[in-house]
């Protein structure tokens, strides 16, 4: 486990002989939003950043936090999407394949916290299950042909998911979906359990290529804000209570981008500090492995066929 010292010395010390292309979904805010930043302040603006999220007013706020970049080629810019939707997904997944040439970052964050029951979008998918989950899932499949690219160039490629390691629940075969029998607990646990399941089977079709799944602890961002409006005047308690075991965004960030650029290739499972979870806390066998993934092939299919709203 590197200090935090450490960690931001060895991302200091990132000077790739290639120009980068890093892709940030979820990247307006939060965790996401502290890695971007990050990313730009440590390449010094030399690169093609691509900001994937709903709100452009903070995709723009962040892009001119970046430092100014003395590279001709350096691109910064905000792509709209709302990821709740599979079929935005695709659309934003087909023009980032048709116009960039290869990808060596894709990190992946979108997500929200609620209180409430399931909350299924026009494509009949809980809106919660997507952002963790399913459109994440598909950020990572479409875009494999730039991440290969980046690859047979001898460069970085890697996919980093930022939700929960070691947080999962068994896997529940006959409610794949969590349609039956929905909780918030079931529904918290199942994206880690499918997300290190997903990263696995991606991990062995695409040798060479990294996939990272990591934990990023207590973040005191504003997923941590209860939006109830009896619960949410107690946000000052809870921000008092958890702030000696919490992290603020950047320093986060920090260890969210030392594990980024120093995992290496294959599947890194990883806590709040980089260090390796191997199997601890895993949940799904081999069999549960290809029943979610078949699953998931299967909800996306049928999450595009939906008529529009």
């Not at 936090?65 to 003395?70: C, H, Q």
């Not at 048709?98 to 060596?104: D, H, M, T, W, Y």
């Not at 290739?265 to 980089?274: K, V």
Request: hydrophobic content about 40%; glycine content about 6%; overall charge positive.
């Amino acid at each position: 486990m590197p200090s935090l010292a450490a960690a931001r010395a060895a991302n200091a010390a990132f000077s790739p002989a290639y120009f980068p292309v890093a892709v940030f979904v979820g990247g307006t805010s939060g965790i996401g939003k502290a890695t971007a930043e990050a990313f730009a302040r440590y390449t010094k603006g030399n690169a093609h950043i691509v900001i994937v999220g709903r709100n452009e007013a903070a995709a723009n706020s962040v892009i001119a936090s970046f430092p100014k970049p003395t590279s001709p080629d350096a691109v910064h810019e905000f792509v709209s999407c709302d990821a709740s939707l599979i079929k935005n997904v695709q659309a934003t997944t087909k023009s980032l394949l048709a116009r960039l040439p290869k990808i060596n970052f894709l990190v992946l964050s979108p997500g929200f916290l609620s209180i409430h029951g399931r909350n299924e979008t026009a494509e009949g998918i809980d809106r919660r299950l997507c952002l963790h989950y399913y459109a994440r899932w598909k950020f990572t499949n479409d875009l494999l042909p730039l991440l290969r690219k980046a690859k047979d160039a001898g460069e970085d490629a890697k996919v980093m998911s930022i939700l929960a390691p070691g947080h999962g629940g068994p896997v529940d075969l006959n409610d794949l979906a969590v349609k039956k029998n929905y909780t918030l607990p079931k529904a918290g646990m199942t994206s880690p359990t499918y997300t290190d399941l997903m990263m696995q089977t991606f991990t062995e079709q695409n040798p060479g290529l990294s996939f990272i799944h990591i934990y990023p602890g207590i973040v005191r961002t504003p997923l941590l804000k209860l939006t109830h409006p009896v619960l949410r005047y107690f946000n000052p308690l809870v921000n008092i209570l958890l702030y000696p075991v919490s992290y603020s965004p950047e320093d986060c960030a920090e260890y969210m981008l030392h594990a980024l650029l120093h995992s290496g290739e294959g599947f890194n499972r990883l806590d709040s500090h980089g260090d390796d979870m191997g199997k601890t806390r895993w949940y799904g066998t081999e069999e549960e492995k290809k029943r979610v993934w078949e699953h998931t092939v299967e909800e996306i299919k049928r999450a595009l066929s939906t008529p529009a709203a």
